[in-house]
Structures are given as structure tokens and as C-alpha cells.
């Protein structure tokens, strides 16, 4: 490098080396861009020092507007390293009284200055950077005294729009520890990046149709504290989540949507929960056709039927000495396509026996090849069929289902017209996933919330510039 050979020329008198300190401190990597060699005289070294001082110090403040993109009347007025605490203070000024208000974008005069601001901004090499500002106010005829828009932040915020940037995009690859840790930030600090882009990224969403959508509990953290989410199936994205899983709660929902896009539903993937239905029914043009029960929902219900049959059964076997059923669990309640072949095996024998267990297992089997058909009269027909022998059965608790779902069927068979399912977006079921996985640092649901929206919204959070 050019200055390390300058260096050696430097050494060689006391001149030189206070000049190499002096450049080495402010970063010069180049000495004869500064008129090195024209300072070799001795007699006009302390000139020299003080012109190299200046030149570097206006180097330093061109390679900040440039790198800030601060444009007229914005201007670095002063770069100022504090090397003990690692810091890179870069203070801004203006030089014009020309602005224009930042609520209707008239050009006014200017009305004062607030007290000066510091936003934190990208690092520079190792060292944090701050930004100093004192923000104007324009003097608007219509709306008085207005912060202006400034160019390299949000307003209220205590980033800059690059740094908020930064943040965000690393907290969608890495948990909330590892950014915090890693760009210096607290927990706070934290939360208030992610609420600003979640709120930045609702307030940029359009009133774009959406067709399918589902409609989700879930539970937060191990409590009985429950969430409702609104899902778009589509794309992919969680539109909605509030707290509870009320009737009140699916109602915030409709509010947030326009008239079209209301209209535009064509169907809602649900689970038989009254709360929902009754709110869809009361805020959804023709719910009744558009509702579909979860086909996922539905199967659960029967498993929990089967596991219940046998557990009653396994308790009469063990008291004859019959230890058929002990420890076979999880085969009633796994999908046999996903067993080891010898479990298949073993399986087969027990699925093929005269218990009650394969009875019930045969039973659920039957009741969801309801979902294969495509016309409804036949669907309906095999169902009549299935009910049948669900209700002669003798097995209390697949009657109950069998029963259940002959109440619900007009909204079970909509399946047909409209095969969706809440696990069927799977993009956002494993992003739920790792915000969970993540949850340790939410100290209340709001930020869980905000997660949530942050992860699987499909939002446009990035901060705007000017
Ligand atoms: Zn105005």
C-alpha cells in the first residue's frame, strides 16, 4: 500500500511520524493524494499537519454523504471518532430554509429546529455510528409547525432507515438472541424494529381479493391462552391474528377487509367451533355454502374415538391376561403408509383381529373416503352408508362422531367443492413453527403477535427512504 512506503520516508524525521500518527488516526490509506511530498520540507510541517488534518476530515465527511446518500441542503458538517468507546459520531446540518410540510408536501419557510436527535446507524468497520441531527420544522399555513421528512430515517425512529434495514432482514434468518447479541441491540430494541416493520407492512397491504381462507386457533405458550389466526391458503401468509378465539375475536377480522374482497371469499377452511361459525355466519355473504370443516379436524376427532375404544378395551384384555393391545398406541393413531415394514406387519394382524379397536380403526378408515369423491350424491350416499354402521357399531364414542357428523355434514361435504384444509399451507405451519421455537424472549403476547405477522404475514417491511 502506498502509505505503508510513505511511512518509511516519514520515520525519518520527527515531522514525519507525527504526520503518520495524525493519518493513521483519521484513516488516510493514501498520503500523496494529500500533498505528502510536498510537506518533506521541514519548515512548512506544521502547515502541512494542519492542511492534512483538514483534507482528511473533508474526506471523511464526503465519504459519509456518500455513503448516508445525503443530498442538498443536507450536509456532514462534522465526522468526530471517539476511538475509547467505539463510536463514530457523524453530525448533519442543512443550509437552506426551503422546505416543503411533511403531512401535504407544500413548500414553506422554515418555523424552528427541534432538539437535536441521534439515530444509530450502520456500523462503520468496527465501529457503532451515530447520526446527529436537530429536525426543522416547516411553518405551514394549513398545518402549522411539521417535523420535515428527513432522508435517512422514519420518523420517530431511532434508526436509520439502512440500520432498520439491517436488522430486519437478519431477524428473519436468525432468532431474536442471535441479532440482539450481534448488532447490539436490547430486547426493547428489538421489539420496537419488528413493530414498526409489522405496522410498515400493514399499512402498504392493498385490498387484493382472497379466496380461500382458513381460519386457525392456536395456543400460546403451554397456558390455555389461545390466538386466532386468519390465513390466506393461497399465498401462503397469516392475514389476521388476534387475541382469544372468541366470536368477538373472528370479528375484528371483517372489519380489516374491504367490501369486495368480503364478497370475493369463495371459502373458508374452519374447525367445528361454534364461536367461528357463528361470527362467519353473522359477516359472511352466504356462509353456508362457503364453509368447509377442517378434513384434517375431522380425522382428529376420530382418532381421539379410536384411542378411546382402546383404552377401554386394553383395560378388559389386561384383566383376562390378554396383552394384545398393551403398547400399541401409537399404531392405532399413525398413518400405516408410514410404519417400518415389520410394524406394518404386526400391525396387520392386530387391524385384521375381531377386537373393538379394529373395528373403530376400520371405521375411520371407511369415514374419510368420504373425502375422495367428487360428486356430492354419492358422497352423501356413502355417508348415509358409513353412519349406519358407526350408530349399530356398538362403540360409544365413534356413534358420537358418527352423530357429530351428520349434524355438521352440508359443511363437511363443501370439501368437494372446495378441497382446501387448514394444514394445507404448509409454509406458513413451519414458520408458526420457528416463531415458536423462538417465543423464549416474548415477554407478552403483543410481541408473540408481532412475530407472528413479522414471519408469516408476507409483508413489505422495508423502511422507506426519502
Ligand atoms: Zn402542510
Known sequence: MEWVACAGEASQGALGARLLRCATA???????????????????????????????????????RQILGIESPWFVERVELQQENGEIHVHLNHDSSDWVCGECGKRCGLYDHQPERRWRHLDTCQYRTILHASPPRTDCDEHGPRVVKLPWAEPGGRFTALFEALAIEWLKQASKAAVAAQLKLSWDE???IQRRAVSRGLRRRTAEPVRYIGIDEKAYKTGHVYLTLVNDLEKGRVL???????????????????????????????????????????????????????????????????????????????????????????????????????????????????????????????AMRLF????????????????????????????KVAQMMKRRLDNIITYLQHPITNAGSESINSKLQWVKYTARGFRNKQNFMTAIYFHCGGLDMRPATH
Request: overall charge positive.
Open 190 to 192: 428489538i421489539h420496537t
Open 26 to 64: 483519521l484513516r488516510v490509506t493514501s498520503f500523496r493524494r494529500f500533498g505528502w511530498e510536498s510537506t518533506m520540507g521541514a519548515k512548512r510541517g506544521f502547515a502541512s499537519h494542519v492542511c492534512l488534518e483538514k483534507m482528511a476530515d473533508m474526506q471523511d465527511r464526503e465519504l459519509y
Open 240 to 366: 389476521f391474528v388476534t387475541e382469544d378465539r372468541e366470536e368477538k375475536s373472528l370479528d375484528r377480522f371483517w372489519l380489516t377487509l374491504a367490501r369486495e374482497q368480503l364478497e370475493g371469499i369463495e371459502a373458508v377452511a374452519v374447525d367445528m367451533w361454534d364461536a367461528y361459525l357463528n361470527s362467519l355466519r353473522k359477516h359472511l355473504p352466504n356462509a353456508d355454502t362457503k364453509i368447509v370443516f377442517d378434513k384434517f379436524h375431522i380425522a382428529q376427532h376420530l382418532t381421539d374415538a379410536i384411542d378411546r375404544v382402546r383404552r377401554k378395551e386394553n383395560k378388559v384384555l389386561l384383566a383376562e391376561g390378554d396383552k394384545r393391545l398393551k403398547g400399541t398406541r401409537w399404531n392405532w393413531l399413525k398413518n400405516p403408509a408410514n410404519m417400518t415394514l415389520s410394524a406394518k406387519r404386526e400391525f396387520a394382524e392386530l387391524k385384521n383381529s375381531t377386537l373393538k379397536s379394529a373395528r373403530a380403526w376400520a371405521l375411520k378408515q371407511a
Open 372 to 399: 375422495d369423491y367428487q360428486s356430492e350424491t354419492w358422497a352423501r350416499k356413502h355417508f348415509q352408508w358409513w353412519h349406519n354402521w358407526a350408530t349399530h357399531s356398538r362403540l360409544e364414542p365413534m356413534r
